[in-house]
């Protein structure tokens, strides 16, 4: 859904400048692209209209409908006759910027989940030549949901200057742009990004953390504060003035109870008692923190199984780490007959499971109850992964289960299975995807994909299961007869990597904890495939006293996170090649001494949005 400012188009020259100068308002795209905007298709590329159905793309950018409410925005596509980039340009009309406080704000998203467009912003202070435009701002690859930008234009005070946007992608798909402003603006105006698990254990507090940003005025902040319910969890004092531009952080402990829903809302509130939503949400708490495992029976032949992926692929916006998804094909090129077997009392296409509960079916992306239900559900065990390769087809996998209750186990009724995907594969001629999604734009890039076949360029398939058995049988006698509660037990095998596999790079390993009565995943985590060679550089973004790293032996460390969720820390070898993945959730044992050579590692930890890079040499 989009979010609306209030604005409308026009220049205010020779008008005397109140205390809020505003010199561009509301360019929604409610009725195209305005007369006194210019666009410049550049690159003169025709584009592959046959590939696209609900709008009419041209080589400049035209305006398309783009929510379910009829709103509209600016589109350009880079989905281009020939390979190369596009050039296309979207400016404004001479604009004359306030001599303080001028601020550049818009919203986009990308069409395409996995083909992500990028633009750039310019400006130029002498005319709409494009040789001079210098570049203001840029975006590599925008989000798949609606993302807020805002840039100071405080370097142009007085001036007048033409700015614009610049479609540079190249065989991507479509962009989408909106709500361009430039002014002082004149309301409160925050963007949260919160880093809060959704899930959590039996650990009495849980981090209710994240970053927010002012997009609107100056900002009198007295405090921020934190309530679940109607009681005041914690609040942080500031009493100051929080600035346009200006970004901060939050962090509370919120108490959790086994069994409970927790809900919490962070404000922001002014000295005047003005009060903004930060973030509202909730986490929910069980005995250990839940992976939701969620599977969808799927084929390339179903007309309709399009119309469930954008929800899906927004899920996995929305819970990161905290969910793994496969994707089942039913009777399909890329079926794998022990899903299709474990598939076959669904008798309707597409199914969504949560936790593999049968008898809690999701048909379409109207109905909510299925998740809330799963979402909601007790989860007595977890299970923490490890990973290493031979970089040829072998994969060796320790899995560590612990249960939160003594569980009689003599029916071998509890057991560990595991699951071999590939976590992205592209379509073919000979595995098209059909489309029918209906004409709500909720569907996304397959609302514009045209009726039929997608073309393979545009269509890719995520967490296809290659392998093994074990996914729906679980492992015969993984787990003993009596589970003592908090007692941690070790799973140790092999996978071998099949030759349907299109690109080894993409493989991950999911580990299930599984009620083989009654096919409930209590639990599940997934590590994807350590390189055996590639070298990998990584961005260190630790920040001290974030990620615990303790070693209680030569060779052994423990990883401590900050949060109970799950996580992973890769193992690079001082060339920079990853030499082995381990998983866990909140913290984990990483021995180095039992596979690998004594000497310099770095230890890569990856939470959410967060990580850390550790050196150990041992």
Known sequence: MKQF?????????????????????????????????????????PVKSQNFRNISPTSEWFGGKVDSEDGKAAFSTSHRTYEMET??????????????????????????????????????????????????????????????HLVSLADYAGQDVYIAFVHNSQSKYLIALDHVYVGQPATADFVTKNETPRFAGNVGTVSVNGTFRNYGKDFNLAE?????????????????????????????????????????????????????????????CSHFARTLFLEKATGTWCNSCPSVIPYIQNLEERYREEIVCVEAHINDPMSYLPYSNGFKSVVNLPTVLYNRDFNNHQYNVLDTKPLNKALQKATNAKVDLALE????????????????????????KYRIGYV?????????????????????????????????????????????????????????NSLPTAIKAQEEYLHETTLEIPETVVNKEEVAVIALVLNYYTDEVLNAMEVKLPSASSSVCWEDKSVDGEAKLLSPSEGTYQVVCPEDAPFTVSV??????????????????????????????????????????RKVVW
């Not at 379509?427 to 073309?455: D, H, K």
């Open 5 to 45: 400012f209030s604005l409308a188009l026009g220049v205010l020259a020779g008008l005397p400048l109140v205390a809020q100068e505003t010199v561009l308002l509301e360019t929604g795209f409610e009725s195209g692209i305005p007369a006194d905007f210019t666009l410049v298709c550049n690159d003169q590329m």
């Open 87 to 148: 050039d296309n340009w979207l400016i404004t009309p001479k604009l004359t910027i306030p001599e303080r406080g001028a601020w550049l704000k818009w919203t986009a998203k990308t069409i395409h989940y996995y083909l992500r467009d990028g633009y750039k912003v310019m400006i130029s202070t002498t005319d709409k030549s494009l040789d001079s435009f210098t570049q203001l701002y840029s975006v590599e690859e925008e989000t798949y949901t609606w993302n807020r």
């Open 224 to 284: 921020v504060v934190c309530t679940s319910g109607t009681e005041v969890v914690d609040k942080k004092v500031w009493g100051e003035n929080f600035l346009t531009g200006e970004e901060s952080s939050f962090e509370f402990n919120l108490p959790v109870a086994v069994g409970e829903v927790s809900a919490y809302h962070v404000e922001a509130v002014s000295s005047e008692g003005e009060r903004v939503t930060l973030v509202k949400d909730s986490v929910i």
């Open 389 to 412: 390769y031979d970089g040829n087809t072998t994969i060796s996998v320790s899995s560590k289960v612990m249960f939160a209750t003594d569980m009689d186990n003599t029916t071998d």
């Open 420 to 476: 071999l995907i590939e976590k992205h594969v592209p379509s073919t001629t000979e595995m098209r995807q059909s489309n029918g999604a209906p004409s709500m734009p909720m569907y996304n890039e397959y609302f514009y994909f045209p009726t039929g076949n997608v073309a393979p360029e545009l269509m890719f398939f995520s967490n296809v299961p290659r392998g093994t058995e074990s996914a729906f049988l679980g492992v015969k």
């Open 572 to 613: 690079l070898a001082a060339d920079g090649s990853v030499q082995a993945v381990y998983g866990g959730t909140g913290q984990a044992t990483v021995v180095l001494g039992e596979k690998l050579q004594s000497g310099f590692y770095l230890l890569h930890i990856q939470q959410g949005n967060r990580a850390w890079t």
